[in-house]
Every structure is written in C-alpha cells, then in structure tokens.
C-alpha cells in the first residue's frame, strides 16, 4: 500500500550546517509530494510542494526535487539556522486512490540546530 | 481570514468518558480532514468530509468514533467511552477543493484521557 519513508532523528546539526532529510514513497500513479514543518505546540505548515516528476519545491532557503525514478523527495537546506529547528514531515497526496487532498505522512524527523 | 481553528486546544478527559473535538475550517472551505498524531509517531489520516457527506473513512476505527460536518457549524470529531489509547494530538485541516490544492492545518487538540 501507500506510504512514506523517512529518517529517523533526531538530527543534531551546528548552525550554518548543510541539511538532508532523506524521504522515499510507494504509491501508484503520480502522487504530489509535500514537505510539511511543525514547530513545537503548533500545528504543520507547508513548507514546500512539488506535483509531478522533476519539480522542485522551494522556500525559505529549503529545496526537493521530485525524483520520480528513485521516488525521491530529500529535503535539502545549503545553512541551517537554530530557528529551523523542528520536526519535518514528508507526504505525499495521490489522486488515484481518490479522498481528494488526503495525505499519506511519514513518521516525522526532529531537527535541532544548535549555536 | 482566520485560520483553521480547532477548539479546545487541550482536553483532559477520564476513562469512560466522550470527547468532542471541534474544528471551523477557513472561510470559503467546505473540505475537512482529521488526522491523528500519536505519540513519536506521524500523522495518520482518520476521515474525510465535505459538507454534510462522508468521503472517506478508511482511518476511522470501527467503533467509538464518528465524525460530522454539517451544513452550519464546525466539524465534530466525537469519541466515546475514551481509553488511554485515544490520548493523541488531533488535527484538522480544510482544503478549499476536492484536488490539487494545498490543505491548511489547525494547531490541533491534544487529547489525554486519564
């Protein structure tokens, strides 16, 4: 069935440090791929989308490419800053298996950036 | 425009008891999804609706839970006879169409049953 694959954490990383978060998905047709943020006590923002093969999301300094061949969506940072620290979730929404924008998550990497 | 709002924010609840969860999507969203967070864990998908219908329950457990979303009024998630297992953070999060377009999220419901 459909799911997602992502690293475990926590990853501890010193500021200005370069940041991968590695995610894999299995879902038939072409899902849309998300990387979502979760700040402590709140709830998930999207941080970034891409909708088909070779796409990449982008925002606030974040990258993914849409690797549909190695069904792929890394999440990519060149700096982190302490205040990206958080927990990081990859997901995906697949039309083919209909209920609209539902969203299959993955288990969530924490990041913490340290002075 | 407002944010998806979910109240209460915590809720504290004893064994045998029912919990109702509320969420108000976004103006102009008639799509609403409920997820769970368990503890350490990710998001998982519970039911999906849109006004007054039932889309898809496929995360639902079968007994205890139900979900509404009528035609007035905010969505309700509703637990009955609560077990420690229920205790999670719960979110809702609207979407404005059915497809192809980013759904927001609320800050969540963290329930503990005691």
């Known amino acids: 069935g459909d799911s997602v694959t992502q690293m475990e954490g926590p990853v501890t990383l010193s500021e200005e440090a370069f940041l991968t978060i590695n995610c894999t998905y299995t879902?038939?047709?072409?899902?849309?791929l998300f990387w979502y943020v979760q700040y402590p006590g709140e709830g998930l923002q999207l941080l970034l989308k891409?909708?088909?093969?070779?796409d990449k999301g982008s925002n606030k300094g974040f990258e993914a490419t849409y690797r549909k061949e190695t069904t792929s969506f890394h999440l990519e940072k060149g700096s982190v800053q302490v205040s990206d620290s958080a927990v990081y979730f990859c997901?995906?929404?697949?039309?083919?298996?209909?209920?609209?924008?539902?969203?299959?998550f993955g288990t969530g990497t924490q990041l913490k950036v340290e002075l | 425009n407002a944010g998806v709002m979910q109240n209460p924010r915590h809720l504290v609840r004893r064994r045998g008891q029912e919990a109702r969860l509320r969420c108000s999507p976004m103006?102009?969203?008639?799509?609403v999804y409920w997820y769970r967070q368990l503890p350490e864990e990710g998001l998982k998908f519970m039911v999906y609706?849109?006004?007054?219908?039932?889309?898809?329950e496929s995360g639902m457990p079968k007994e205890r839970f139900s979900a509404e979303f009528p035609k007035e009024g905010p969505s309700i998630l509703r637990i009955q006879q609560v077990v420690r297992g229920d205790s999670a953070a719960y979110f809702c999060?609207?979407?404005?169409?059915?497809?192809?377009?980013?759904?927001?999220f609320g800050q969540g419901t963290r329930l503990t049953v005691v």
């Open positions: 997901a995906f929404s697949n039309i083919l298996t209909g209920g609209g924008n539902k969203l299959t």
């Open positions: 999060a609207s979407s404005p169409y059915r497809e192809n377009t980013e759904a927001f």
């Open positions: 103006k102009g969203h008639s799509h």
């Open positions: 879902a038939t047709g072409y899902p849309s």
């Open positions: 609706l849109q006004k007054e219908n039932i889309i898809d």
């Open positions: 891409a909708t088909k093969a070779d």
